[in-house]
Each structure stands twice: as C-alpha cells, then as structure tokens.
T-cell receptor, first 115, second 113 residues
Framework: GAGVSQSPSNKVTEKGKDVELRCDPISGHTALYWYRQSLGQGLEFLIYFQGNSAPDKSGLPSDRFSAERTGGSVSTLTIQRTQQEDSAVYLC?????????????FGQGTRLTVV | AQSVSQHNHHVILSEAASLELGCNYSYGGTVNLFWYVQYPGQHLQLLLKYFSGDPLVKGIKGFEAEFIKSKFSFNLRKPSVQWSDTAEYFCAGTHFGNEKLTFGTGTRLTIIP
C-alpha cells in the first residue's frame, strides 16, 4: 500500500473485553513499531519487530498486552481484559532499516476508548 | 538506558519569532536522530533526520537542526515561525545497529497570530 494502514481507526470497548488492533505496514518494510500516545503524553514505546521476531518487547505495559507479526508484514496488537487506563491512541510505524538511513512512517493510529 | 529527552513541554511564540526546541540524547557511539511533527488531527511526519556528515541538517518547511556531539544535543530551529507551525514536535533517536526508535515526550508549540 501507499502508507501504513491501521484498523480500526476508532474502537470503543467495555472494560474487561479483549481487543485486537491491526497494522498493515508499507510493503517491504522489515521493521515495525507499536507506540501508545495518551492525552498529554508523548509516544510510549511498546514493541518493535524485525521481520517476524520481536527483539525488544520491553515496553509492553503488562502481560495483558501481546503482539505478533506474520509473514513479515501484518501485525496485530492484542489487549486482553481491557482496563480504562488502556484508553489511548495506538500508533504503528514501519521502516526499511532506520540504521541504514531510512525513516519510520506512521499510520493514523487507532483511538481506543475503554468504557 | 538509551533515552531521548525534551525539556520544553509547551512553547508559545508570536508569528515571526525565532524558534529553538531542545532535544538531548543519552546514547553513546554512533546515533541516528530525528525530528517528527504532528499537526492537529494528522499523523506523525518526518521533519528532518541526522545520520552522519554535516552536523547541520536542513528539513522541510524551513526547519533545521544541529547535532552537537559534545553536548549530546540535537536542537530544532526555525528563524521565523508561522501560525501554521502550531503542532507537537517530537525528537527521536536510535543507536547505530539497534533499530529501536525512542521518542522524547514531545513539545507542544503554539504560534499566536
């Protein structure tokens, strides 16, 4: 695709439910990142993938959060038993290889509201 | 731990004023540094990046940044701001050989017409 695509763009869920957020990176991009942006906060790193493996998942807030990437392409971020503090905009980005000189391209994000 | 810090949380300027937003990093060795901008209602987009070579980097919309290794800084500058520069600005970096991209907490810039 032309850019990084995230779905859904908005998600309202009840506390305790599970949610899945999807990211379609730019074709050919090997690195994929998930961040969380809360109101008035910066970008909180969650996890990044190099291909299908995740060299660094240190930013996942708890074991309710998990992510996977298949085929070196699409990634899914799953939040189990959602809590109100999970409400935020979840951003996905992809890049060819930042240390090789490329930049990270961002999607529009998924706004998650837990009620 | 590798980190990027921005100490200006909210900056308010009048149009035509000069801008400098601070960014400091804690990486050792070779670093890759970026400034991203997020206009209201839009997604993050790259302003400029530094990888090597000339420490003064020019970006889009008249922005520039200077990499000063001795100060671990990568401050963003613009000689004369416009109302349309109102946005949130994020500094980010990686350590060479590590693809993890770390962001600062961002600086909200408000330009008063």
């Amino acid at each position: 695709g032309a850019g990084v695509s995230q779905s859904p763009s908005n998600k309202v869920t009840e506390k305790g439910k599970d949610v899945e957020l999807r990211c379609d990176p730019i074709s050919g991009h090997t690195a994929l990142y998930w961040y969380r942006q809360s109101l008035g906060q910066g970008l909180e790193f969650l996890i990044y993938f190099q291909g299908n493996s995740a060299p660094d998942k240190s930013g996942l807030p708890s074991d309710r959060f998990s992510a996977e990437r298949t085929g070196g392409s699409v990634s899914t971020l799953t939040i189990q038993r959602t809590q109100q503090e999970d409400s935020a905009v979840y951003l996905c980005a992809s890049s060819l290889a930042i240390t090789g000189g490329s930049e990270a391209f961002f999607g529009q994000g998924t706004r998650l509201t837990v009620v | 731990a590798q980190s990027v810090s921005q100490h200006n949380h909210h900056v308010i300027l009048s149009e035509a004023a000069s801008l400098e937003l601070g960014c400091n990093y804690s990486y050792g060795g070779t670093v890759n540094l970026f400034w991203y901008v997020q206009y209201p209602g839009q997604h993050l987009q790259l302003l400029l990046k530094y990888f090597s070579g000339d420490p003064l980097v020019k970006g889009i919309k008249g922005f520039e940044a200077e990499f000063i290794k001795s100060k671990f800084s990568f401050n963003l500058r613009k000689p004369s701001v416009q109302w349309s520069d109102t946005a949130e600005y994020f500094c980010a970096g990686t350590h060479f050989g590590n693809e993890k991209l770390t962001f600062g907490t961002g600086t909200r810039l408000t330009i008063i017409p």
